[in-house]
Nanobody, 126 residues
Framework: QVQLVESGGGSVQAGGSLRLSCAAS????????LAWFRQAPGKERDFVAG??????YYTDSVKGRFTISSDSAKNTVFLQMNSLKPEDSAVYYC?????????????????????WGQGTQVTVSS
């Protein structure tokens, strides 16, 4: 099992930056994919960014503004968010998956992850 704890959320004005962190504990070496999702009120939990199979992936709306990275020595995954927009406001969740058989083509789905953090709120004001 992998346990995840997010931090770094908060309130910022449009155009500002935030850096989210996700500290992993447990069987971190067994994670085949790591990702960030977000969920706005009344909406589904959507893929934001992820890393698997040696590559990084982003949803179109954050490309060029967000960067996912990791520090394996500290078992931490980061999401650097720049040029934030009000539509980026949501609860952000860190996710990990330890199932090797999950297809890479499905990694943008929340159902492809079996470990989740508690979420951290990001609010961007205009």
């Amino acid at each position: 099992q992998v346990q995840l704890v997010e931090s770094g959320g908060g309130s910022v004005q449009a155009g500002g930056s935030l850096r989210l962190s996700c500290a992993a504990s447990g069987r971190t070496g067994s994670a085949y994919a790591l990702a960030w999702f977000r969920q706005a009120p009344g909406k589904e939990r959507d893929f934001v960014a992820g890393t698997w199979s040696g590559a990084t992936y982003y949803t179109d709306s954050v490309k060029g503004r967000f960067t996912i990275s990791s520090d394996s020595a500290k078992n931490t995954v980061f999401l650097q968010m720049n040029s934030l927009k009000p539509e980026d406001s949501a609860v952000y969740y860190c996710a990990a998956d330890t199932r090797y058989w999950i297809l890479s083509s499905t990694r943008r789905r929340s159902s492809s992850y079996n470990a989740w953090g508690q979420g951290t709120q990001v609010t961007v004001s205009s």
